[in-house]
């Protein structure tokens, strides 16, 4: 916490490596975007926050894709094995990205032929239990590589969780610290900062109801969050303009994520999800598009567990995640 007070961080188009800041997986994408408190069977979790790899993990294998916006393709891959009698969950992950290919020219505007752009993380990871108490803390070492065109870069990182667990009431509380690191070799120079990010979340499984409710605060290094849009801007009969105002309470919804999952144990269960920041800033005046909303389902199959999850970015493009889960034990 120290830390976010001298290091400056931004959301987007400002630091390099933003693909490690995609949604993990089609649950994740479910729950609107990001959620850091699951502690179960979901191995990916692990790639979020890795305060959260638990036993329930061991030999667990997980591959998730995803049909980006714009024709781009990701996804990852995570697996964890436990050792010395059950008490010690090492945890191993991938994450790819593929941008496609484009078409080059000079500056006279020759053609230079196609050329390609993909990035990709490998990550392992360990959590422990606080002696005897309700803590857990978890720590994920990350190696990343970039290929843009002829450019590449390679860099490193290190995430930490620190979970509280109360079993007894079926509730989780998480500060998790993400992407903290930096590039050993730049693309053509340039040292940019890596996606550094901050956050707290909070789930609960009801009593007497089959829900588990999820609500997470993202991006806390960087506040405000939420900029005046010059497009929302009102203009009053004798010409002046007045720019949209950004308030308190719009700074703190655009940090928020809720989310749900009805019948979280069963052998199929449904997900809904809505992501603030995202619902705000794509979507359009005078038209509903329902920015931000997510929604999807999990169903298991013996040792099988399939996923799938839709989310809503614009009018012209959304996403659909896809994931298998494996239990190879």
Not at 230 to 258: C, K, M, S, W, Y
């Amino acid at each position: 916490m120290l830390a976010s007070t001298f290091v400056s961080a931004q959301v987007g188009g400002e630091t390099t490596y933003q693909f490690l800041n995609l949604v993990s997986s089609p649950r994740q994408a479910a729950l609107g975007g990001k959620v850091f408190t699951n502690i179960d069977y979901d191995v990916t979790q692990g790639l979020t926050n890795p305060a959260t790899i638990n036993v329930e993990m061991d030999n667990q294998l997980a591959l998730n894709y995803t049909s980006y916006l714009g024709g781009i393709s990701y996804g990852t891959a995570a697996y964890a094995y436990t050792l010395d009698r059950r008490t010690q969950t090492f945890h191993m992950g991938v994450n790819y990205i593929n941008y496609g290919s484009f078409d080059g020219y000079d500056e006279n505007g020759n053609s230079t032929g196609s050329f390609t752009g993909n990035e990709a993380a490998l990550s392992f990871g360990y959590a422990t239990q606080l002696g005897y108490s309700n803590f857990y803390v978890g720590g994920n070492i990350k190696l990343i590589t970039s290929k843009l065109e002829q450019y590449n870069s390679f860099g490193a990182a290190l995430d930490a969780g620190f979970i509280y667990i109360n079993e007894d009431l079926e509730f989780q509380a998480t500060l998790v610290v993400r992407n903290a690191g930096m590039q050993i070799t730049t693309y053509a120079g340039l040292n940019e900062p890596l996606p550094l990010e901050i956050a707290f979340g909070m789930s609960q499984t009801l009593e007497h109801v089959p829900i588990r409710w999820h609500l997470t605060f993202e991006n806390l290094q960087k506040w405000p969050i939420a900029v005046s849009n010059p497009a929302r801007a009102e203009t009053d009969l004798e010409g002046n303009q007045t720019q949209e105002e950004v308030g308190f309470f719009t700074n703190v919804l655009n940090h928020t994520i809720v989310g749900a999952e009805i019948f979280p144990d069963g052998i199929f269960n449904i997900r809904l999800g809505y992501n603030f920041r995202r619902g705000q800033e794509l979507k359009i005046l005078d038209q509903r598009n329902f920015s931000g909303i997510s929604a999807g389902f999990g169903l298991r199959l013996n040792k099988l567990r399939f996923s799938f999850t839709h989310a809503r970015y614009t009018s012209a493009g959304n996403a659909n995640f896809f994931g298998l889960q494996l239990d190879l034990r």
